[in-house]
């Protein structure tokens, strides 16, 4: 099975990790990127030097993928760990294991510490629960692979407490853009549901607060669903198993051909096959399908359970951002939620790594409710752009205060604008020490190279500005004491000047009394 570039990236991405010495890695894919493959592929490698391998999972469904996939792209054959059955004895050397089973002391005190060389965990966006921990500090020599989709940004502060590194990550964006994953267009519907009385439980709302909310809606959505997506493909989330089948009764009503699924639908297997053959045209279920469930033909997604948690959001919409003959694009339904949480996921959240330009891009498409669709990737420019200006407005009034208090250190943000530095600007910690304040070393050379270190709130921010402070040095490039000095007479983009071109400057403007020369405008003014 020949495997796609940026999936041979990241199976080289993780061997060379381990290799260097990070023993628990984590990999990030998103839906519909094929990660079984890879890791399917990663586990061959290690077979191939002679080790045993344990693939761990939460569900059954997710096992049994697994153990079909390194079958068919390998050859491998799988044991399992599960209830009953043991690999125990068993010749095969990779193993398909649920962690409920081997989360208990006595199954785990069945095998040596060191019985696998490698654990690969599926959906690692669980692994910060105790059940995972207990199995990886039991198998404490392993090297350990963590798969997920696109984790939020909760997940990863947590995921950084388990793994060393992240050994690859390939985007949304990207993957729509190389022509991987089908193209998201969000329409907002002018449909306001409050949730403003909706509890919490787990980090996240309620089921049940969120089902009581949303049933005086149901009606409406269904007409609101007869304008957007009467031949569509549609897959409907909801917060009950009772809701979700009351809304299939709905919809039965007002025309659609629907079916509901759970996980005590006796018949679930046949009503999936009667969905992605046709029979139906949607399928409501309360969080079944968020894993373990492919219908590449899906073309429009609802989310009726709102969640704080990305990467659950970006599971429910990825049922539907496969490639199908045919499809265009994916339409995603969404909602003005009225709540006073704002960690809830919004289109945005599938597509912007900045929380800034997310809340932009929410607020834009809002304005445009009721509207045409919104390609989420366009809006996401849009937004970037917008952002862009309310900073350097923003960065206007508060270079003008720094004038007038004649500030002689520069402001990291300033210096970030003017050395054009996005990858400084968007920084998010992922990892512990990367959260940490700045060390008092960090803080003194900071101050003794110009930048304000006050305004730097964590060790791996002012490790980045410190490496590319040196790395500027070694180019020639300005120096933050004259990015101030000039950019504060009214010279711009100083942070792309050679060095000696800001000193010839500077030195010019010190001879003629540290006024600036009557031949140069400082608004036009071009370096030699």
């Known amino acids: 099975m020949e495997l796609r570039p940026y999936q041979s990236e990241a199976r080289q991405a993780v061997q060379r990790e381990w290799s260097e010495g990070r023993q628990r890695t984590l990999l990030v894919l998103p839906t519909g990127c094929g990660k079984t493959i890879v890791f399917a592929k990663i586990t061959e490698d290690r077979v191939k030097l002679g080790e045993r391998v344990l693939i761990l ?44 089973t081997l989360m208990r002391q006595k199954r785990l005190s069945r095998f040596a510490p060191d019985h696998f060389d490698t654990i690969i965990i599926d959906e690692a966006h669980h692994a ?24 939020d940004r909760g997940d990863m502060r947590n995921l950084g407490q388990i793994f060393d590194s992240l050994a690859y990550e390939y985007t949304l964006p990207q993957a729509i853009r190389e022509g991987y994953l089908c193209p998201i267009k969000a329409l907002t519907v002018p449909l306001r549901l409050d949730l ?20 005086p809606y149901l009606e409406q959505i269904a007409a609101e669903m007869e304008t957007q997506c009467k031949h569509r493909k549609t897959v409907v989330f909801l917060p009950l198993v009772k809701t979700s089948q009351k809304f299939r009764d709905i919809l039965t009503a007002h025309g659609f051909s629907a079916a509901e699924v759970n996980g005590e639908s006796a018949d679930r297997a046949r009503i999936l096959e009667d969905f992605t053959a046709g029979k139906y045209n949607v399928l409501c279920n309360s969080m079944l399908l968020t894993e373990g469930w492919d219908c590449p033909a899906v073309d429009c997604v609802i989310v009726l359970r709102p969640t704080r948690v990305r990467s659950l959001y970006c599971q429910m919409v990825g049922r539907g951002t496969r490639l199908a003959p045919g499809k ?19 289109p ?15 607020e834009n498409l809002e304005e445009e409710a009721g509207g045409a669709p919104v390609d989420i990737q366009q809006a996401e420019e849009k937004a970037a ?22 500030r002689k250190l520069v402001d990291p943000l300033q210096y970030e604008k003017s050395i054009q530095a996005e990858d400084l600007t968007g920084y998010v910690p992922s990892f512990g020490w990367e959260m940490a304040p700045p060390s008092a070393g960090q803080v003194k050379t900071l101050e003794k190279l110009g930048i304000l270190p006050d305004a730097v709130e964590n060790a791996g921010k002012a490790s980045l500005l410190l490496d590319r ?42 001879a003629s009394g540290w006024r600036i020369p009557p031949n140069i405008d400082p608004a036009t003014y071009q370096p030699e």
């Open 385 to 406: 752009s917008d952002v862009v200006a309310q900073r350097e407005e923003a960065l206007a009034k508060q270079l003008e205060e720094m004038r007038r208090r004649k």
């Open 348 to 362: 945005a959240d599938l597509i912007c790594e900045s929380r800034e330009v997310a809340q932009k891009m929410t």
């Open 469 to 510: 402070l040196e790395k500027r040095r070694e180019l020639g490039l300005t120096t933050p004491k004259q990015i101030r000095f000039l950019e504060g007479r009214g010279f711009a983009h100083v942070g792309t000047w050679q060095f000696d071109q800001a000193k010839r400057l500077i030195d010019r403007i010190a």
């Open 196 to 215: 403003s009385g909706v509890g919490m439980s787990g980090g996240d709302f309620k089921a049940a607060d969120v089902d009581s909310a949303l049933d």
């Open 328 to 346: 265009e694009h994916l339409l995603l339904l969404d909602f003005l939620w009225h709540t006073e949480r704002q960690e809830l996921c919004r």
């Open 57 to 100: 999972a939460h569900r059954g469904e997710l096992l049994d993928q697994a153990a079909d996939k390194i079958k068919s792209a390998t050859g491998l054959g799988c044991s399992v760990e599960k209830a009953e059955q043991s690999s125990l004895g068993s010749w095969f050397r990779v193993t398909v294991g649920s962690v409920q």
């Open 128 to 151: 910060v629960s105790g059940s995972y921990t207990a199995i990886l500090d039991y198998f404490s020599a392993a090297r350990v692979l963590g798969v997920t989709a696109t984790p």
